[in-house]
């Protein structure tokens, strides 16, 4: 008989751990009579910030980015529960039939092996089998995804982040650390040097962000499944833009090759690599300069011989 396959989780990143627990959640829907549905429960805000406020961590995805993410990843539905004191309380057998099974239907649970939830994280593997058991539903664990003999984490790649280590960002998430925003106007500033950028707002402030500066990126635009997405280098200055005075904290990018209007448009950019910090400069000219030697490293470090 169909039925539905869910899992259920927090899953800031959509890393590759969380990744192999989505796709064996997709296979067994698919392997289902009928054609089950899958189903990924997840939650808003991050369980921490309302059982643990000084403890919540930034996120590496915030909402409209993981539940992007997870519908690349093949799932059937999202559904997204605003996580309370209420939700917190629950006790596990709670959780289960009051919400993953009278509320979503569930026929089997999957879950990644360290899997915790219920009132004080207290449905754990064990507990989840248990409840199957007596009520008819299976329950499959999904092995950790190792990375040098550990397992891939949110919170690891929340440290590498913040350091600034994209490229172990980039290896455990399985592609570029990634944040997407909408195109506004700027000062028009880099037109009058010969480099005109996009200008983002900094995004969410629970969203974590690499260290300001000036770094090579990839940016999407349009969405690449409907056949009209596009998808270019270019320079990123992340932080104050000193030489111009202002303090406050952007993301200005100049994209190689590119000359048209975005105003209003949604884009995700990705992080590649840091170039160099933010520094003032004494004049235009030695702006100008370093733009010169920013865009050379890279057109490098993005393996393109050159752009418009």
Known sequence: MAGTVVTVGT???????????IAETVRRARARARHGESLVVTFEPHP???VNPNAAPPLL????????LLRQAGVDRVETLE?????????PERFVRDLLRARFGMQDLVLGYDHGFGRGRSGDVETVRRIGAADGFAVDVVEPVLDGGRPISSSLIRTAVAHGDLGAAERWLGRPYSALGTVERGAGRGRTIGVPTINLPVPDARKLLPPDGVYAVWVEIGKRESGNGNRLGGMMNQGPRPTFGVAARGLEIHLFGWSGELYGETVRVEWVRRLREVRTFPSRDALVAQLAEDRAAALTSLNLSGAG
């Open 61 to 68: 995805t915030l909402e409209p980015e993981k539940r992007e």
């Open 83 to 91: 996580f309370t004191p209420a939700l917190a309380g629950l006790l």
């Open 48 to 50: 921490l910030a309302v």
């Open 11 to 21: 899953f800031d990143g959509v890393h590759r751990g969380h990744q192999a627990v």
